[in-house]
């Protein structure tokens, strides 16, 4: 059974920010390392991502419009949400799992260059 992702993907950015936020704060970790993740997988900058809150821009056009995606995305990996981030098929699915993951690796200590694939 293939699950339906448009809800997900017309879900806003800036409805899911804050849990991005709250997660990494509750372990100690910043706004502002959560920022460097999205710069890094994006592309977006400090004024691109406001930009996104601030419109309440959904996923599907946050991850069309990101200026670049990391060219070294394909070295995340693992399991995120019961799903092994590099086998999903959907590509929009796939950027959002990477993000979570990302936040995820955050949470749980990880060291900002580990994270970053550096």
Not at 101 to 114: C, F, H, P, Y
Request: with cysteine; aromatic share 10%.
């Amino acid at each position: 059974m293939k699950s339906d992702n448009s809800r997900v993907f017309k879900m806003s950015f800036a409805s899911v920010y804050p849990h991005y936020i709250a997660k990494a704060e509750k372990k100690g970790r910043t706004k502002e390392e959560v920022h460097e993740i999205i710069f890094w997988l994006t592309g977006y900058d400090e004024k691109g991502l406001q930009k996104i809150l601030d419109e309440k821009i959904n996923f599907e056009t946050f991850f069309a419009e990101a200026p670049q995606l990391n060219p070294n995305v394909s070295k995340i990996t693992g399991v995120i949400c019961g799903y092994r981030v590099e086998e999903i098929e959907d590509e929009l699915m796939q950027k959002i799992r990477y993000l979570d993951k990302l936040i995820d690796e955050l949470a749980k200590g990880k060291k900002m260059e580990k994270i970053l694939r550096e």
